[in-house]
């Protein structure tokens, strides 16, 4: 420790972080683990050690902030938050560090940052969990079917040329069946006129009910024509769709494995 001189710590503070941080590790005896977390026991103390000299500390109190870090590492094990901040007060009121205000606040804030934000992982380092060793758990991966060549596969334009004819055939024969039913089906109904039962009908009352069922029978076939044409109609539509989806297919150009248009 007497060997951390100002001129020592000053020409730490410029090295590379690898070379700086070996080099302040030889000037203290490390007795208090004899494992891997030595080593972040001794990543901690640089790293407080390089952020007073980042704060501008004078070289004497970058010293004395090593050496509290190297103190109060050892000692996070199993504190909660509170206990954290009364250990990290103490050391820093014990520390006497003799710089500004501001200096003091920045270095305070770093401290208490780095050891609640990190609290778990350094009492996990420091109660030993590095030296526990890793139950790995090997699960079998259940991989997705392996897709087929694109040789094999079916063309984008293709595969939307088929959905679309598809669709036609479908509404095709939807219509189709409309129209089958329409001319199968009775045409004219007379339930829409009344005939008396219970009395006798002159040529005048006979008249009368024939006028009646003729302008019944003639507005239900006309509505039954009009449904027939629209459904002729629909039929016709849907055949010049297929008819020139099929043109598009015939003179869509066609590339072959060199990229060329066949």
Known sequence: MDSLTESEISQIARQQR????????????WSEFCDERCCFHQEFVYEVTMFAAAC???WPNVIR???MAKDIFPKLEGLNIPDLLSLLGVALSECSLNTTSVQRHEFANFLTNTCITRQRLLQ?????????????????VQLP????????????????????????????????????ALRDGSRVSLGEVTVPEDEDLDEEGVLALVRTAVRATKDQMLQSLTQEASLLS???????????????????PVLSNTGQIN
């Open 65 to 67: 902030a090593a050496v």
């Open 56 to 58: 501008g500390f004078p």
């Open 145 to 180: 079917p392996t897709p087929c060549a694109l040789t094999e596969g079916t063309d984008l334009h293709e595969w939307e040329h088929q959905r679309r004819q598809a669709e036609l055939t479908s509404v095709l024969q939807q219509k189709v069946e409309e129209l089958r």
């Open 18 to 29: 690898d070379e700086g941080l070996q080099r302040l590790s030889c000037h203290f005896s």
């Open 234 to 252: 629909d039929i016709q539509q849907v055949k010049l769709q297929q008819a020139a989806l099929a043109t598009k297919r015939l003179h869509k």
């Open 124 to 140: 996990a380092v420091v109660g030993g969990a590095v030296s526990m060793s890793i139950t790995q758990l090997h699960l079998e």
